[in-house]
């Protein structure tokens, strides 16, 4: 066979390859554009929805009116459009997962496909879980707390001669609160991919158990930071981030040295590992058998 005949029978592969990543992506395109005309026409109830945290805490606070005004003339429209664009992709993810899982499953083994199946099924899991969590737990301390920086205001009379005072009241944009409740939203939902990212990076031998514990002082200043960026500046809202993300990281490490322990099982099982010998150095975080530091 000629070296011409070896380079195009060498280029079949990669044109099926690209010709099926093609048709992955026009579905996922298509289930997305489907889902966002389908949030489209029910985007009134979504946004009554995410507004109920603000409309609590301004009932809390005996304010009757939730209403939220309009800047632009064209805030209405792209109020409209960034809800269908968050429900879109949060409908349509299932179908854009599968389309990926179905390009990627065919070149693993079948070890694989069972050892990323489940981080695949566990990360909108997760990320549902930390948008709950955002919604009822943080974003109602959030506005309370924003919302007492108002003050009443008052006219200057007879018997008050000390001059007027300028009230303060909120008449939130439409569009600023909506950008606000998303970020919160997606930020949570990021924080909580944190167990699924560390044990998928955990199984690729990337990091280790005995390397996450002595990384903790390290977390937990990164999570502090975390907390005092995400969260407004009061202490309980603060407190409350940190304590779940550090949960997380601390569930973190044991997903990881479960994942480890069994492979070290596995590999006793099948006598390239003996009972002495360790891979990854013992629950305290004594050094690796090569001497080696893990991050």
Known sequence: MSSDDEIEGSSAPLIEHLTELRSRLIWSLLAFIAAMVVCF??????????TRPLCDALQARGQENCGLVLIALQEGFFVAISISLLGG????????????????????????????LPFLIASPFMFVMGAAF????????????????????????????????????FQGSAQAYLSLTIKFIVAFGLCFQL???LTLMGKAGLVSARGLRG?????????????????????????ILFTVVYGLYEISIQLVARNERKREAEM?????????????????GDPDPAGETRA
């Open 215 to 239: 990384m903790r002082k390290y977390a937990v200043v990164g999570i502090l930071i975390l907390a005092a960026l995400a969260t407004p500046p009061d202490v309980v809202s603060q407190i």
């Open 41 to 50: 026409t029910v985007w009134n109830p979504i946004f009554n929805f995410l």
């Open 268 to 284: 006793r099982a099948e006598g390239l590992l003996g009972e002495g010998e360790s891979l990854y150095g013992d629950e305290a």
């Open 195 to 197: 167990p699924v990212l």
């Open 134 to 169: 955002a919604y009822y737990a943080i974003t109602p301390l959030a506005f309370n707390f924003f919302l007492g920086f108002q003050q009443p205001g008052s006219l200057l009379t007879d018997e008050d001669t000390t001059g007027a005072i300028a009230g303060i009241a």
């Open 89 to 116: 992709l949060a409908l349509s993810f299932p179908v854009i997962s599968y389309q990926m899982w179905r390009f990627v499953a065919p070149g693993l083994y079948k070890k694989e496909k069972g050892a990323f």
